[in-house]
Every structure is written in C-alpha cells, then in structure tokens.
C-alpha cells in the first residue's frame, strides 16, 4: 500500500512537471517560436518580452477588474489585442492554427476557452448577454450553446 501511494506521488510529481515544462516551452530561452505575424502599430501595450511571459496575467487582471467591478480600461482589453493581433489572412487571431494566439498556444498544448463567448475577429460581437452584470465567466455552458454561430 505504501509502494503504490509513492509511486502515485510520483507520477503525479511527473506530470505535474511535464505540464510545466511543456506551458513554458515556447517562452524558455533558446527554443524557436512558431511564426508569428507581427502586431499592428509599432509595440504592443507593454514591453514585448514582458508581454510573451504575461499577458495571461494581464487579462486576467483586466477581466476581473471588468466583472467584479466594471471597470472598463482598454489597455489590457481583449477586443484590442484581437483588433492588433487578428491574422491578415483569416482575419481572426484564431481562426486557425497559424493565427496569432493559437500559433504559441498549440505548440504550447494550451486551449483557451475564451473564444466561446468573445469574438476572435475585429469588430464582431460575440456577447449579447454582456452587460446583464453578474459574473457571466461562471455560465460558460448557458453562453456557449446560445452562441454556437459565432465561434470561430
Ligand atoms: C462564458 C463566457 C465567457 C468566457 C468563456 C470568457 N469570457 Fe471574458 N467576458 C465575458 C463577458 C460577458 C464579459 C463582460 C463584457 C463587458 O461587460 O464588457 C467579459 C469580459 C472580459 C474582459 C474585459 C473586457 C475586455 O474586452 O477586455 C476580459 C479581459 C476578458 N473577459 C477576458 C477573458 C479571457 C482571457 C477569457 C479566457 C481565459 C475569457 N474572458 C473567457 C464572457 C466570457
Ligand atoms: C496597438 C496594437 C496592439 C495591441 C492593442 C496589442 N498588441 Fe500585442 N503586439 C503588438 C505589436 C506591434 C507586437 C510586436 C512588437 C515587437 O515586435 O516587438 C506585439 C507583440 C505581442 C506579443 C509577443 C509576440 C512575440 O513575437 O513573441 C504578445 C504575446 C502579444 N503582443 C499579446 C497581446 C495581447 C494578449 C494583447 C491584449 C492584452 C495585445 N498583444 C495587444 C501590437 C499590439
Ligand atoms: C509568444 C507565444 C504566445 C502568444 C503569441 C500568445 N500566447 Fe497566450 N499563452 C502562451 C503560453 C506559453 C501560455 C501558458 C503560460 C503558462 O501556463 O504559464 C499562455 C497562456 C494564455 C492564457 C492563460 C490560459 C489559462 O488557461 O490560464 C490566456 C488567457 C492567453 N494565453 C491569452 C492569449 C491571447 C488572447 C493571445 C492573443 C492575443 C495570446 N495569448 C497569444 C503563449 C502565447
């Protein structure tokens, strides 16, 4: 009983540290990037390498501040970075996989479910159910299914 709850305990720790190490792979020194196209305008709203390692945190930051307070800044808003980073040729930053967010994000292994309710193309409303208050990231399946059309 106690070999199996080390060897649980281990491959636990394995994969824990496969994930990990698999999230940061694209941002560790040295490893290539997928291509990416380049941002519209001459920078992105912080400093580049800044941005590589944190816009998760700088969006999740924005969407509390928005939900729980509503606040609206439009630094950190996703409807900018989709407006900046959308694909000359889909026109969406995820429409496919060479696209700007999912191009790190599948070699990364990542899958970001925020597409199901915001729109990954300039100038597309993906929300109708915005501003009803509440926290709306808690109702993903209502959210979704009333949307299927506008994914993608
Ligand atoms: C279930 C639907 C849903 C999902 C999934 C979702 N969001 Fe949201 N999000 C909303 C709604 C609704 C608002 C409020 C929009 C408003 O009132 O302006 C919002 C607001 C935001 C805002 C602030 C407004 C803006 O454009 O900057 C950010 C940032 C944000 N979400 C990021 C994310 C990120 C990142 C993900 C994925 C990790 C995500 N959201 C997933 C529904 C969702
Ligand atoms: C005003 C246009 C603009 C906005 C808004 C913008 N970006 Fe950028 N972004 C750029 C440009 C331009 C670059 C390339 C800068 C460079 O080459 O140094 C860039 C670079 C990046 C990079 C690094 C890419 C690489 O080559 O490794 C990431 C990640 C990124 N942006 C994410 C975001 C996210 C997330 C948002 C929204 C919170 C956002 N950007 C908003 C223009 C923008
Ligand atoms: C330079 C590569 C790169 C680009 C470009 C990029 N991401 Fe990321 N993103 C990552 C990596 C790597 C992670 C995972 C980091 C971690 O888990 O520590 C991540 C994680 C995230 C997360 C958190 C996911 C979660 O479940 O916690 C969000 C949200 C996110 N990215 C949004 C975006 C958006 C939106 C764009 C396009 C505007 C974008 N990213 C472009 C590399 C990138």
Redesign the pocket.
Known sequence: MARLANWLRLVTLSVAVAVSAAASFPVAAGVD?PR?E????????EE?QN??RN??E??KH?RDETLRKGIRTT????K??V???ASEKSGSVAASKED??SA?HSYAGIKLDCWDCHATKPGKKAMPMAGQGGNTHNTSPLMATAQPGDRK
């Not at 380049?38 to 709203?45: A, E, I, Y």
Request: net charge positive; proline share 0%; glycine share 6%.
């Open positions: 990037l990416l380049k941002g519209r305008g001459d920078k992105c709203v580049t941005m590589r816009h998760m700088y969006l924005q630094r950190h808003s996703l900018k970075c407006e900046c980073h700007f967010c790190c």
